[in-house]
Nanobody, 120 residues
Framework: VQLVESGGGLVQAGGSLRLSCAAS????????MGWFRQAPGKEREFVAA????????YYSDSVKGRFTISRDNAKNTVYLQMNSLKPEDTAVYYCAAKPRTGYLGEYDYWGQGTQVTVSS
């Protein structure tokens, strides 16, 4: 599985961005998909995840109520809609996938990342 993120950029605080992650592979619709982020000098952290049906969704407390994860299995794409962005959301955002249930633990495949910068 190959993952390619897009949609990052520079936005003012309070603004919105939508990240996309396009996946290759015929079994995309069986994968748990996640978004992670890593800010400079910090460890990578979990942001959101969605199971293969879209029926189970998980968010970190820091983004709950502001970010929305979704997926379109027909397009092999997962999205992260980010609203009410804050400067502390600035990070490289990564898309990840694994062919197992459970949003925690190791993910097998990772994208190259897309930079999100929120100015104050």
């Amino acid at each position: 599985v190959q993952l390619v993120e897009s949609g990052g950029g520079l936005v003012q605080a309070g603004g919105s961005l939508r990240l996309s992650c396009a996946a290759s592979g015929r079994t995309f619709n069986r994968y748990m998909m996640g978004w992670f982020r890593q800010a400079p000098g910090k460890e990578r952290e979990f942001v959101a995840a969605i199971n293969w049906t879209g029926g189970s969704i998980y968010y970190s407390d820091s983004v709950k109520g502001r970010f929305t994860i979704s997926r379109d299995n027909a397009k092999n794409t997962v999205y992260l809609q980010m609203n009410s962005l804050k400067p502390e959301d600035t990070a490289v955002y990564y898309c990840a996938a694994k062919p197992r249930t459970g949003y925690l633990g190791e993910y097998d495949y990772w994208g190259q990342g897309t930079q999100v910068t929120v100015s104050s």
